[in-house]
């Protein structure tokens, strides 16, 4: 044989051997990464959905509703991420209570719904609150807005607050700590009292 053919053979048996090597070894390190991956894989799902519609009713009444252009739900903490949200809340099949938000989320077990990023609500009165968080959990609790609460009424008024609860239907509003309100002329937010 010739010294070139050597070189062949023991080269590629070197190769030959790395690769088998290199087989054995990535077996022995995820021997039971396919059963752990398998065992968990029942316990945990997420998907990923397109115009997601979520509502509560009672007795075939409407209560609330969330539009969202797309999420995505983890089965494992039943909690619903959602974003580009638009929302009804309905009093005598009447829309009394309208809120948009970027990002949201919906806990399935709890009911709960969370608001969050450029979030706003608007009542049928005109009556506008931005905040930087919602919370609310079922149709019959306030509305909890935390986070640089500001609540514009009718061009006659506006709060600053931290923290504030707001009744679904519009029956009241409570401001929780320290606030600042500014009284203004009728309709005119740019005169003040």
């Not at 979520?54 to 991420?81: F, H, M, P, R």
């Amino acid at each position: 044989m010739s010294k070139r053919r050597i070189a062949y053979i023991a080269i590629f048996s070197l190769i030959f051997l790395g690769c088998l090597w290199a087989f054995i070894s990535a077996g022995v390190i995820t021997k039971n990464f396919k059963k752990e991956a398998l065992q968990n894989a029942g316990e945990k799902q997420k998907l990923d959905v397109k115009d997601v519609l979520i509502t509560e009713t009672k007795e075939d009444k409407k209560y609330w509703e969330l539009y969202a252009d797309s999420g995505y739900y983890d089965s494992q903490s039943k909690v619903v991420i959602l974003y580009n949200i638009i929302g009804n809340f309905y009093n005598n099949d009447e829309v009394v209570l309208s809120m948009e938000s970027s990002k949201g989320t919906f806990n399935e077990e709890t009911k709960r719904v969370v608001l969050y990023e450029n979030t706003y609500i608007i009542y049928k009165d005109g009556t506008n609150v931005k905040a930087d968080r919602f919370t609310w959990q079922g149709n019959d609790k306030d509305i909890v807005a935390q986070g640089n609460v500001v609540i514009k009424r009718n061009g006659e008024l506006k709060t600053y607050s931290n923290e504030a609860y707001l009744g679904n239907k519009m029956t009241n509003v409570r401001i929780k700590g320290r606030s600042k309100t500014e009284l203004y002329s009728k309709g005119n937010f740019n005169e003040k009292f």
